[in-house]
C-alpha cells in the first residue's frame, strides 16, 4: 500500500501552512497546494465501482472534496475519505498532509 514517511506529512503541512492564521487560512493552505499539485484525472474505486476524480474544490463550508464521476454520474467525496490508487497520481502526497491535518497527527 502507498505510504507518505510522517517526517515528509510534516514537512508538507509546514509548508502548506506556514503563514496561515487560524484552521480557515490552514484549510486554504492545503486545498490550494492539493489544487497545484494533485493530478487529475485519476481513476479509483469507491465502494467497489471505478470512478474518475475530476477535480478538487473548496466547499463553502470548508471541506476539501473530490469530485467523481462514472458515466453520467457526479459526486462529491471528502479527500478524507477518498481511496488513492496504488500507485498514487502525482501529489497525492498533499492529500496524504490535509488528512494528517485533519486528524491532528502531523505535529
Known amino acids: 500500500m502507498?505510504?507518505?514517511?510522517?517526517?515528509?506529512?510534516?514537512?508538507?503541512?509546514?509548508?502548506?501552512?506556514?503563514?496561515?492564521?487560524?484552521e480557515s487560512e490552514q484549510v486554504?493552505?492545503?486545498?490550494m497546494m492539493i489544487a497545484d499539485n494533485l493530478t487529475v484525472p485519476f481513476s479509483t474505486q469507491v465502494l467497489g465501482v471505478e470512478v474518475i476524480v475530476v477535480a478538487v474544490e473548496l466547499t463553502d463550508d470548508e471541506r476539501i472534496v473530490a469530485v467523481c464521476e462514472r458515466g453520467r454520474h457526479r459526486q462529491r467525496l471528502s479527500?478524507?475519505?477518498?481511496?488513492?490508487?496504488?500507485?498514487?497520481?502525482?501529489?497525492a502526497e498533499w492529500v496524504e498532509a490535509y488528512r494528517a491535518w485533519a486528524s491532528g497527527s502531523w505535529s
Open 79 to 91: 479527500v478524507k475519505d477518498l481511496p488513492l490508487p496504488d500507485p498514487a497520481p502525482p501529489g
Open 28 to 31: 486554504s493552505g492545503l486545498f
Open 2 to 22: 502507498w505510504r507518505v514517511p510522517d517526517q515528509r506529512v510534516k514537512a508538507l503541512v509546514e509548508q502548506a501552512t506556514v503563514d496561515c492564521y487560524g
